[in-house]
């Protein structure tokens, strides 16, 4: 018996805008999506996948590469056929869907990293109508590396925020933050020395905006750990991953959460 559904929510982008004009190849990552979502499956928990078109997210072939699974060739492997196969992957609902068909069935979410979510999620007002149900009821709401952007899509004006940051008006970030559910929540995200290979190597340019400044800029206690080691930072409802090392431990963290939830009912 199911002892209930999270609900995963990826991104459809596969561009990003960098400095000058122009864009850059991004996606979702894959251990960061498939990891804890199989940890979920196995501890009994049923899985919606949803993203705003309703197709699979593209996955970012910097992360389809055995490195994110410890070296392990066959963990890489089952990733893939996971993603590729597995059921609750390919069943994609639209945000739209996912609100249509009630919000209360759920008791959990999820968005992993990747830098697409940046672009997409960050200021979608249907995942920002979804997160502030889950943020006014307190159920277990997770993110992670470059996830925690997607939380942003819960301020009233999302869409002109992610506008003030790119055209390098903070202040004007600020003042549209405000009244964000999770200002003065404690978080952790992907942190600008991360960033900084992504944007040398693969980008080839630099970002409007990293996400930790962003973050600050909305309201929260940003606290980030040491370049690509494990981080998890845990604030009432909120659970948030730092990189793609914290893919194991999230999902431990989620799956605890809702344990201690599932007590006090």
């Known amino acids: 018996m199911s002892k209930g559904t ?3 929510v990826g991104s459809n982008a596969t561009r990003i805008e960098i400095q000058g004009g122009g864009t850059g190849p991004t996606g979702q990552y894959l251990n960061e999506l498939v990891v804890p979502v199989m940890a979920l499956l196995a501890a009994g928990y049923d899985i919606d996948f949803a993203t705003p078109n ?10 389809d590469q055995a490195v994110h699974f410890d070296n392990d060739k066959a963990a890489h492997a089952r990733a893939q056929d996971f993603f590729a196969n597995h059921r609750a992957m390919n069943r994609v609902k639209t945000l739209r869907a996912v609100l249509d068909g009630g919000l209360d069935q759920y008791v ?5 990293g990747g830098q697409a979510p940046v672009v997409d999620l960050m200021q979608d007002s249907e995942l920002g109508e979804i997160l502030r149900h889950f943020h006014a009821r307190k159920k277990p709401t997770a993110y992670l590396c470059h996830g925690p952007m ?3 899509s819960a301020m009233r004006h999302a869409r002109e925020f992610r506008a003030a940051l790119i055209a390098g008006d903070k202040p004007k970030a600020v003042e549209l933050a405000w009244g964000w559910p999770y200002a003065g929540y404690r978080m952790t995200v992907y942190s600008s020395s991360e960033e900084k290979p992504i944007e040398d190597n693969i ?4 970002l409007y905006f990293h996400m930790p400044e962003a973050l600050t800029a909305a309201g929260a206690i940003v606290e980030v750990g040491p370049d690509f080691a494990p981080h998890v930072v845990e604030d009432r409802e909120l659970i948030t991953g730092q990189n793609p090392r914290s893919d194991h431990p999230i999902g431990e963290a989620l799956i605890a959460a809702l344990g201690r939830v599932s007590v006090d009912v």
């Open 54 to 63: 309703g197709t699979k997210p593209f996955i970012d072939p910097a992360s």
């Open 203 to 206: 980008l080839h340019g630099k």
């Open 6 to 8: 999270v609900l995963v």
């Open 150 to 152: 997607a939380s942003i």
């Open 108 to 112: 959990a979410f999820f968005t992993p």
